[in-house]
């Protein structure tokens, strides 16, 4: 089969590889199409040894001995490995499972091939009327901003503040814009992104360009209800406190692996009775419930689907991605 290798410094080599064969427990799924994720960029510098991607969705074409998942059933693919046996795996928090040994795609080969192997409790079944594109944003885009959105208990705000539109952040607009809240002001570096997020009905903000504190200010005074932090930086964490109001939500869903040291000058930090939300991924009842928000019409996720390329144009559908004008790439084998 076809499956592509990051080598280092951008360089993407498509390699013939033999078929993965699924061991007990195990689904061969055939890959429909797999995002690009932003999480790649490190492993797209610095040269990754298995096969990338981890937002996939596909066919089932081969199940071994103990799986519950049909051959033939449509799944996208929930990448925490988890226990399945633990309290959070009971309740469909795989995410959460403490015997978790690493996600697929990471700790597995991906899902920039033909097919992938797949532990069977990590097939999520994609219903009648969902796309497999639908299936890819359901996972990091819609998935994991929704997840720490309802942590964050976003349906009670009435204005929110999203700060960075890139895949997790616009996911987080649409799903603000489906539970109703009212006043969505996106803050980004893009006018691609913030023509997407206008046609959400959300207030752009160009942050290079505008005054983003003065133009919140400006409506809130005293701060907004919520404020989304999807760009991982430390700048934009404390332009988060600056700008949720006492008794506000702050929903951190920005990767940032470095520290965070409290800064004495914001007082926000230790005063304001602020819910901070860290998050991570999202859990299975989730995964259906926004299903169902698609099917009845409530979570428009079509236009998160920016650009497509097929698996043989990969470095292509990186430089788009790199470009900054894309929402979520697809990639199809
Ligand atoms: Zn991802
Ligand atoms: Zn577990």
């Not at 000058?265 to 989730?286: C, G």
């Amino acid at each position: 089969m076809k499956a592509a290798y990051f080598r280092g410094n951008g360089a993407i080599e498509l390699c013939d590889v033999a078929q993965p064969v699924p061991g007990p427990g195990e689904l061969l799924i055939r890959v429909a199409a797999n995002g690009v994720c932003g999480s790649d960029r490190k492993i797209f510098e610095g040269g990754f040894a298995r096969i990338p991607g981890h937002e996939v969705a596909g066919t089932i074409v081969e199940a071994t001995d103990g799986c519950v998942t049909p051959i033939g059933a449509r799944v996208a693919v929930y990448i925490p490995r988890h226990c399945g046996a633990c309290v959070y795996c009971q309740a469909g928090k795989g995410n959460l499972c403490p015997h978790k040994p690493g996600l697929l795609g990471w700790s597995t080969d991906g899902g920039y091939a033909e097919y992938m192997v797949i532990p069977d409790r990590n097939a999520l079944p994609l219903e009648d009327g969902i796309s497999f594109e639908e299936g890819v944003l359901l996972l990091d885009t819609v998935g994991t901003s929704s997840h720490g959105l309802r942590l964050a208990h976003c349906e009670t705000a009435q204005s929110a503040l999203v700060i960075g539109a890139g895949p997790v952040g616009m996911g987080a607009v649409a799903y603000l814009k489906a539970v109703g809240v009212a006043e969505v002001l996106v803050s980004e570096l893009s006018p691609y992104r913030l023509g997407i997020a206008e046609g959400y009905g959300a207030i752009p903000i160009a942050a290079d360009k505008e005054d983003v504190a003065g133009r919140i200010r400006e409506a809130h005074p005293y701060g907004v209800d919520l404020v989304v932090e999807a760009v991982g930086s430390l700048p934009t964490i404390w332009q988060s406190f600056d700008l949720v109001k006492p008794g506000g939500a702050i929903s951190l869903l920005g990767e940032y692996w470095g520290k965070v040291e409290l800064d004495r000058a914001k007082s926000e930090w230790m005063i304001n009775d602020i819910t901070l939300i860290r998050s991570f991924y999202f859990t299975i009842p989730e995964f259906h419930e926004n299903q169902r928000l698609i099917l009845d019409g409530t979570l428009e996720v079509d236009r998160l689907a920016s650009h497509s390329y097929p698996l043989t144009e990969l470095r292509a559908a990186y430089d788009a991605f790199l470009s900054g004008d894309t929402i979520k790439v697809m990639v199809t084998p």
